[in-house]
């Protein structure tokens, strides 16, 4: 582009289109080589974790590793499943998935569309009270929650756990939303309105339907944050039969560590385990999850 | 910003308009409310009301059984004066929010810019810079332990190969602990939401100002230098902030590898206070501990907000 329009005087010495040329290919050689560091940086352990789970112990513990095992052991799978109940914690997980993932995808939206759309009296202050929630540590909150919950009888129940997430669901996704919603052509409300639709269809059939990019956003989000959650369901889960996979696993690794024999193997492999769903969610859903955060407008 | 009351107030009948206006308001308060209504009841019932809630616990003497009994200052004083773990914790929880979150924000802004080269594959290497941050906590504190082991982790192996005979024993390690973390948490968050952000503020930048640059002779070095990065300021400030915050909270990782050790060399504020309210229930001092930190990661907030005035460069200003 910039050889058709007359150059300014300032311009340095002329470069010939070969030396540009040439420069381009070492700058796209090491930005390829820098990739590809950082690319195997992130990668090995997680391919080491995979590795580690399909080999004996002894191999594990031996001076000279093995990247690969000589037989992969494929039945420490099935061990875990046997040395722990990880399959109904897993479903234990799924259970609370599945309550909270709808409510933090009806409220937020619900929610974010009240802020986005209705100039109501102190919604800006309110709205700015909601960003601010952000800023505070969960700690100054959790233990009266627990106190609360407590008293409520609801301790080693999934209440603590899911009511959170029919109340708005976190004030980020709703930051998200909202962003979105803005960026929704008012007119299409109008439209709606003029052929007599009332707030809630305008939400549920004009507004939601333009809305996914961003639902898809807060939906994997969603499902990740549950799925990995550690702190919440560790404090007010305190039976086995309730533990979530998160919990079941520590609950492994601590077991693991007193055991008589070294359970290396089997750790790896649980770990494996309650990684694989969260990398196959995120494969299949990844073309929305970035363009939802992009498109989202996440102007700051 | 477009509003409904920007459009609305316009249509005002010049004989009755205050009547439509007040009628489009009350229209306006009732549906907004009813929409945020979710969000109000929570906030109140499971945020307001418990962190008023804890500022009356943490003068009390309380643990859950019994009811509040009024102390005054008492747990306060303790905290300072007599809490062996407390300034230790401080210290230890400042070290690693100071160091984690500088790096971790500069490498995602490093992966980002590398990302947004418009190279061939680029989404290959997204997906793996991205991957880590996916590894469910407990998951990757099992990992970690294991890969940074002292006789059989894969890193010591490779250390001693390499010929350093006696390569530190990391989470064995007071010393070591600590730095161990740091980069559990590198690997676990460079190439994560942090980096998709930078990613949205890189693709907000002007195309423009670029070719502007290239005019006035700029290489792409000093394009990076003087275009990009004063216009990911902003972004580089909100990654801080928000950084630090969970930073200074840190739990999980520090619980999960080893429980705060050794010798409470990992021992974060997040633990002294989980200990004091979920161990020992004694719920007036863990409230305390907690508001205490509340107001440290507060003041650390404006304080970086007044900071960033010297620093952040609003594009078209603000």
Same mark, same amino acid.
């Given at each position: 582009m910039t050889n058709t329009i007359s150059l300014p005087q300032s311009l340095p010495r002329q470069v010939s289109p070969e030396v540009i040329r040439r420069r381009r290919l070492v700058g796209k050689i090491i930005s390829y080589i820098l990739l590809t560091i950082f690319g195997l940086i992130f990668a090995f352990p997680l391919f080491w974790t995979v590795s580690s789970s399909l080999q004996t112990w002894q191999e594990l513990r031996s001076y000279t590793p093995h990247l690969l095992p000589a037989v992969p052991q494929w039945h420490n799978y099935p061990t875990v499943f046997e040395e722990i109940p990880f399959a109904r914690f897993m479903l234990n997980t799924m259970l609370i998935i599945a309550v909270t993932l709808p409510g933090e995808i009806i409220t937020a939206t619900m929610v974010a569309y009240g802020f986005g759309r209705y100039p109501f009296k102190g919604r800006n202050t309110l709205f700015l009270i909601m960003l601010g929630?952000?800023?505070?540590?969960s700690q100054v909150t959790l233990i009266p929650q627990y106190v609360l919950f407590f008293r409520l009888k609801l301790i080693n129940t999934y209440v603590p756990l899911t009511i959170g997430a029919w109340l708005g669901g976190g004030a980020f996704n709703i930051f998200l939303l909202r962003q979105f919603i803005m960026s929704i052509p008012l007119e299409l409300d109008e439209a709606a309105i003029i052929d007599g639709a009332g707030p809630f269809r305008i939400l549920a059939q004009v507004i939601a339907p333009l809305m996914k990019p961003a639902l898809t956003t807060v939906g994997i989000l969603s499902f990740l944050s549950h799925w990995n959650d550690f702190f919440g369901p560790f404090i007010y889960l305190n039976q086995m039969k309730l533990f979530t996979a998160a919990v079941g696993l520590r609950f492994f690794k601590v077991e693991a560590q007193m055991g008589q024999q070294p359970r290396d193997h089997l750790l790896a492999a649980a770990a494996a385990i309650m990684t694989f769903p969260v990398l196959l969610v995120f494969i299949v859903a990844q073309r929305y999850f970035v363009s939802g955060i992009i498109l989202s407008g996440l102007k700051l | 910003m477009t509003t409904m009351t920007g459009r609305t107030t316009a249509k005002?009948?010049?004989?009755t308009g205050k009547r439509v206006h007040s009628r489009i308001q009350r229209r306006n308060n009732l549906y907004g409310f009813i929409f945020i209504s979710p969000w109000l009841i929570g906030f109140i019932g499971l945020w307001l009301g418990p962190a008023i809630a804890a500022l009356y616990f943490s003068f009390t003497n309380y643990n859950v059984l019994n009811s509040p009994k009024w102390i005054g200052l008492g747990n306060y004083v303790e905290m300072f004066t007599?809490?062996?773990l407390f300034w230790t914790s401080i210290q230890r929880t400042l070290y690693y929010a100071g160091v984690s979150v500088p790096l971790g924000v500069l490498g995602s802004m490093i992966l980002a810019i590398l990302l947004n080269a418009s190279l061939r594959g680029v989404t290959v290497f997204r997906t793996l810079f991205f991957m880590p941050s996916l590894v469910p906590v407990v998951a990757a504190a099992i990992l970690w332990v294991w890969l940074l082991? &002292?006789?059989?982790?894969i890193l010591n192996q490779a250390l001693r190969h390499l010929g350093w005979k006696h390569p530190p024993s990391w989470f064995g390690n007071r010393k070591w602990a600590i730095p161990s973390l740091i980069m559990m948490n590198l690997w676990g968050s460079v190439g994560g939401t942090r980096m998709i952000i930078f990613l949205a503020g890189l693709q907000g930048i002007p195309e423009e100002l670029y070719d502007a640059a290239a005019i006035d002779g700029a290489g792409r070095w000093q394009r990076t230098l003087h275009v990009t990065l004063p216009l990911l300021t902003p972004t580089i400030f909100f990654n801080l902030v928000l950084g630090i915050i969970g930073a200074l909270q840190a739990f999980d990782a520090a619980f999960l590898t080893v429980e705060g050790g050794p010798?409470?060399? &990992?021992?974060f504020f997040g633990l002294h206070i989980w200990k004091h309210?979920?161990?020992?229930?004694?719920v007036g001092y863990g409230a305390a501990l907690a508001w205490f930190f509340a107001l440290v990661i507060i003041l650390i907030t404006v304080l970086q907000q007044r900071l960033s005035e010297k620093w952040v460069f609003y594009y078209g200003g603000r």
């Open positions: 929630t952000m800023m505070i540590p | 005002t009948d010049p004989a007599r809490d062996d082991n &002292t006789d059989w982790g010798g409470f060399a &990992t021992w309210a979920f161990q020992y229930f004694n």
